[in-house]
């Protein structure tokens, strides 16, 4: 009696150890698909589309003798793979999830403008939220401000990069609303030519905050790099603006240092999803 008790309760083991070993198989084989392709989603009836990134190993920052002292040292970034948004965040999507709409310059397939580092972070938050809720996400995988070191190797084109001087080409005006060319105003995203990676507007438009607060950069390689420091006030925008004429602002390694709770027309913002599992900390 005792024998056939413990072979019950030792097969009722193996069986619980086999169906937890098939749910981890099919969970990575669900994030797995996940990863291997641009994903579209609809969320309250606007569309938008997360273009996926191939990790890899990327120079980050600039030896350019002309370059900002904060881009430099030139120093070697690996990243992980990840989702990057093909445009910046429309007022379209903005409104949809916050029902409110702060942009100076309103249309709907604009981008959002004057937001905060705070506000886009929040932004990020609810539609991460939202969107589990729906059940459009693994459960491991987040909408987030893109770190400055994603943000950068997108905009170089990642493992596709020509190195072009701006986000896509060498000619700033096919790829970039600047002060020269916008009549003073954002436009309709993705109304220029997109990068190699098929990113529209990561040079010009709207500055885009990231994640990182703002630091020096050092000599050392690193992987999947993100800074955060509570005593920081300044977080960092990339990109360029409509507002802004000097070429050099629109180069993908130009840093812009901001405060995080101020904004103005020419900010914007510009999502990453991305698999892990600490969250918005």
């Not at 749910?23 to 669900?30: D, F, I, R, S, V």
């Not at 690193?222 to 000097?246: C, E, F, M």
Request: proline residues 4%; aromatic residues 12%.
């Amino acid at each position: 009696m005792i024998a056939t008790a413990l072979f019950r309760q030792l097969l009722c083991l193996a069986i619980m150890l086999n169906l937890f070993n098939e749910g981890l198989a099919a969970q990575g084989e669900q994030d797995c698909m996940f990863n291997s392709q641009n994903k579209t989603f609809t969320v309250k009836g606007v569309d938008f589309t997360m273009i996926a990134v191939d990790g890899g190993t990327f120079q980050m920052g600039s030896d350019s003798p002309s370059a900002q002292l904060d881009q430099k040292p030139l120093h070697e970034v690996t990243l992980s793979d990840f989702f990057i948004g093909e445009t910046e965040v429309t007022q379209a999507l903005w409104t949809a999830v916050t029902g409110q709409n702060p942009s100076e310059f309103k249309s709907l397939e604009n981008p959002v403008d004057s937001v905060t580092k705070n506000e886009a972070k929040r932004f990020s938050e609810k539609l991460d939220t939202l969107m589990h809720s729906l059940k459009l996400l693994p459960e491991q995988w987040h909408i987030v401000l893109p770190t400055e070191a994603e943000w950068e190797y997108a905009a170089k084109g990642g493992r596709l990069s020509r190195g072009y001087r701006y986000s896509g080409s060498d000619a700033i005006d096919s790829v970039a609303w600047t002060r020269n060319n916008s009549d003073l105003k954002t436009h309709r995203v993705a109304s220029k030519k997109p990068n190699e990676l098929g990113l529209f507007d990561m040079s010009g438009n709207v500055w885009e905050w990231v994640e990182d607060d703002y630091y020096p950069y050092f000599p050392q390689a690193v992987h999947d790099p993100l800074i955060k420091n509570s005593t920081k006030s300044q977080a960092i925008k990339r990109g360029g603006s409509w507002y802004y004429s000097q070429t050099h602002r629109f180069e993908p390694s130009y840093r812009y240092p901001y405060y995080k709770d101020v904004t103005d027309s020419s900010i914007g913002l510009r999502l990453v999803l991305r698999q892990c599992k600490d969250i918005h900390k």
